[in-house]
């Protein structure tokens, strides 16, 4: 599948789910300047194994266990020029009434940041989960941002070189378009068998205010997530961390959302001094605070 549509925010949007396909070649180029640390980063041929899943026979054997879902790349343009680039997976979940995105990887071009683009860039990609399930019930997106606080610094200083922004910058970034910290501790399963799982992560959600998160649904779309994004396999069985954390998930209830956004500076001011990541100690002061 590549189709194209111009999104309500006016970017020319590109989308494909085959790594044959030339959206995918332009996404990987942008993809490959704007990530770097080598745990969170995909590659290639790990995109192309996972964007095979849409297709047959893995489409067949996933779906008939965890349901629909599609693994998308995207490409935005303005006026015929590439502004950046998404991956992202997106499946409902009926027994929530909602679809989840779980936007793997999100970049805008170093010549078109600071112009809000970012903000168009997951409208769009919003956009497309709802024309694939236009009955499924409201689009929920769950990302991850690298915890500023448990980089080294030497991955402190590289991914904010390659991306032009500061992590802390980048949470605040993010923050502002809506996102929350999920108060779960969340380590992403490596990638592929060289590679390392990802600990330095923060599961964040973009959803309405009034959203609430609950055990079983974070169990439900990490799940998935896990299965066709990360392991390419669509089994957890393949990996223990991935099938604890969704079993840790399923012993929940409420689970907290953290605005991130008040506590920043404070934050910011222990890089270096700490070890205790962003959502402990959102989580903390918010226990505190109650």
């Known amino acids: 599948m590549d189709t194209g549509f111009r999104s309500r925010k006016g970017l020319d949007v590109l989308v494909a789910d085959d790594g044959a396909s030339e959206v995918f070649t332009t996404f990987y180029e942008g993809y490959d300047q704007a990530f770097t640390l080598v745990d969170e980063k995909e590659e ?5 194994d996972c964007l095979a899943l849409n297709h047959e026979p893995g489409y067949s054997r996933i779906s008939a266990r965890l349901g629909d879902f599609r693994e998308l790349v995207v490409v935005a343009e303005i006026d015929g020029r590439t502004i950046g680039g998404a991956n992202f997976l997106a499946a409902p979940l009926p027994g929530h009434a909602i679809v989840t995105m779980h936007l793997n990887y999100a970049f805008v071009l170093p010549g078109m940041r600071g112009r809000g683009l970012l903000r168009r860039l997951v409208d769009a990609c919003r956009e497309i989960a709802e024309r694939l399930y236009p009955a499924a019930g409201p689009v929920v997106v769950f990302l ?3 915890d500023p606080l448990l980089l080294t610094a030497e991955q402190y200083a590289q991914d904010s070189a390659a991306s032009g922004v500061d992590q802390f910058d980048r949470v605040a970034i993010w923050a502002r378009l809506g996102v929350r910290v ?3 501790p969340y380590v992403q399963p490596p990638l592929s068998d060289t590679q390392q799982p990802g600990g330095n992560l923060i599961l964040a959600v973009l959803a309405e205010q009034d959203f609430e998160l609950d055990g079983d649904l974070l169990a439900d779309h990490l799940e998935r997530f896990f299965a066709i994004s990360v392991l390419k396999t669509g089994d957890l069985a393949t990996n223990d961390l991935a099938a604890a ?3 840790e998930c399923r012993l929940l209830g409420p689970v907290a959302l953290l605005d991130p956004l008040p506590a920043l ?3 910011r001011a222990q890089v270096g001094r700490t070890d205790v990541g962003v959502r402990e100690q959102l989580a903390k002061a918010a226990t505190h605070a109650v």
């Open 182 to 184: 999920v108060d779960f």
């Open 144 to 146: 991850e941002l690298n």
């Open 265 to 267: 500076d404070d934050l």
């Open 44 to 48: 290639r041929d790990g995109f192309v």
């Open 245 to 247: 954390q969704v079993r």
